[in-house]
């Protein structure tokens, strides 16, 4: 069964910075598709960003210059380094894994519980 342990999330000021931390155990990780989607209140979960089994990564055009995605296939870990962050990026983040080559549009595979980020202005 695979498992997620996500950290990383939190308050911060507006321009700050966050780094987010996904361990996910129980699976291929190096085999798998892994991502961030967040989702406000009120709104969809969204593909903040995503990295292929080859290291391609995707992001969501409002963190696109802002944010970095990493895995590290031997510690099967995702990172997501947040920078300038700014009043529309808080939401609940959502560490994901799936099979390769799904669409990022299409949410799919299993799901972390999530971490809060907050802004303050």
């Known amino acids: 069964q695979i498992q997620f342990v996500e950290s990383g999330g939190g308050l911060v000021q507006a321009g700050g910075s966050l780094r987010l931390t996904c361990v996910i155990s129980g699976s291929m990780f190096r085999n798998n598709d892994v991502a961030w989607y967040r989702q406000a209140p009120g709104k969809q979960r969204e593909l903040v960003a995503g990295i292929r089994t080859n290291g391609h990564t995707t992001y969501g055009d409002s963190v696109r210059g802002r944010f970095t995605t990493s895995r590290d296939n031997v510690a099967s870990t995702l990172y997501l380094q947040m920078n300038n962050l700014q009043p529309e990026d808080p939401a609940i983040y959502y560490c994901?894994?799936?099979?390769?080559?799904?669409?990022?549009?299409?949410?799919?595979?299993?799901w972390g519980p999530g971490t809060q980020v907050s802004v303050s202005s």
């Open positions: 994901n894994s799936r099979p390769a080559r799904i669409q990022w549009s299409l949410l799919s595979g299993s």
